[in-house]
Nanobody
Framework: QVQLVESGGGLVQPGGSLRLSCAAS????????MSWYRQAPGKGRELVAV????????NYADSVKGRFTISRDNAKSTVYLQMNSLKPEDTAVYYC???????WGQGTQVTVSS
C-alpha cells in the first residue's frame, strides 16, 4: 500500500532552517508529481510547493517563495522541503502528498518560536 513518511520537523528559532523529508513507498515514485502542504492551528490545509516527476519544474505559494525549496531524489523515493529564513507564521503541521492521486503522509510538526 502507499506510504508517505515525513520527518525532520521540530522547534526552530525565527530566521533558522529546517529540512523536511518524505520517504515514499508502495507506488512508482518517479512517475508521481509530489507536493508539500501545511496546516496551521485553526486554519485549513495550504499548498506550499509542488515538484514534477523529474524535478524539472517547481511551484511555490507566494508566502514561501524565495525561502523554501522543494526537491526530490527518485533513486531514494524521497521528496524534500528545505525551509530557510523561517518565520513564526510558518508554524504548522507539514504534510507530504502525491499531487494528483491525493495520498497523504501523517505530517510532521514545525514550530518557529524564540
Amino acid at each position: 500500500q502507499v506510504q508517505l513518511v515525513e520527518s525532520g520537523g521540530g522547534l526552530v528559532q525565527p530566521g533558522g532552517s529546517l529540512r523536511l523529508s518524505c520517504a515514499a513507498s508502495g507506488f512508482t515514485f518517479s512517475s508521481s508529481a509530489m507536493s508539500w502542504y501545511r496546516q496551521a492551528p485553526g486554519k485549513g490545509r495550504e499548498l506550499v510547493a509542488v515538484i514534477t516527476t523529474t524535478g524539472g519544474s517547481t511551484n511555490y505559494a507566494d508566502s514561501v517563495k524565495g525561502r523554501f525549496t522543494i526537491s526530490r531524489d527518485n533513486a531514494k523515493s524521497t521528496v524534500y522541503l528545505q525551509m530557510n529564513s523561517l518565520k513564526p507564521e510558518d508554524t504548522a503541521v507539514y504534510y507530504c502528498r502525491t499531487y494528483y492521486t491525493g495520498y497523504w503522509g501523517q505530517g510532521t510538526q514545525v514550530t518557529v518560536s524564540s
